[in-house]
């Protein structure tokens, strides 16, 4: 594994090292073999789908929770349902317990999961703040007592 080397970025900005914790925790965080696969989808400007190939794993067996901007996938393996010992000639389809963690970026939520043909899709949607949405601001003569007049979707708001 490549390690990459963050002394540069720290030295050189001022007010990011929440940014470049982030960078040196998603290169901690990935160091996985892989398992289970996953896609990541964007549907649309602000929604987003996490699609992991589950096979084997039922409702009961998978985990997901998120904590503070760290959206964690759990599967735990379960038990042999038949009670009795397989013998088994060839064994391709992993029966192992893991743990996916993905870092959601900030104002990222999700807002459902659904389990269906051995694929878990999350869907996960950004919601801006009001205060974090661009608005225009009409230009012209504004009163001392009125104050300047704000336009929000072609509508004017005092």
């Known amino acids: ?3 990459i080397d ?4 720290y030295r050189s900005v001022v007010g990011f090292d929440r940014v470049a ?4 925790a ?3 965080l990935d160091n996985s073999q892989g398992y289970p696969p996953y896609n990541i989808e964007k549907i649309g400007d602000n929604e987003f789908r996490i699609e992991l190939a589950v096979a084997g794993f039922g409702e009961d067996n998978l985990d997901i929770e998120t904590k503070e901007g760290l959206l964690t996938v759990a599967g735990k393996a379960g038990s042999n349902d038949e009670g009795e010992a397989r013998e088994f000639l060839h064994r391709g389809i992993a ?3 893991f743990i996916r963690r993905f ?3 900030d104002h990222v939520i999700v807002k459902g999961a659904d389990l269906q043909n051995g694929l878990l899709r999350i869907q996960l949607e950004r919601q801006l703040p009001e ?3 661009p608005r225009k601001i009409s230009i012209g003569a504004t009163s001392e007592s009125a104050g300047p007049k704000v336009i929000e ?4 708001v005092a």
């Open 131 to 133: 205060a974090m949405k």
């Open 103 to 105: 870092q959601l970026a």
């Open 1 to 3: 594994m490549q390690t």
């Open 6 to 9: 963050l002394t540069p970025i």
């Open 26 to 28: 998603a290169s901690r």
């Open 153 to 156: 979707g072609g509508k004017n």
């Open 21 to 24: 914790n982030m960078l040196d």
């Open 95 to 97: 029966e192992r317990s």
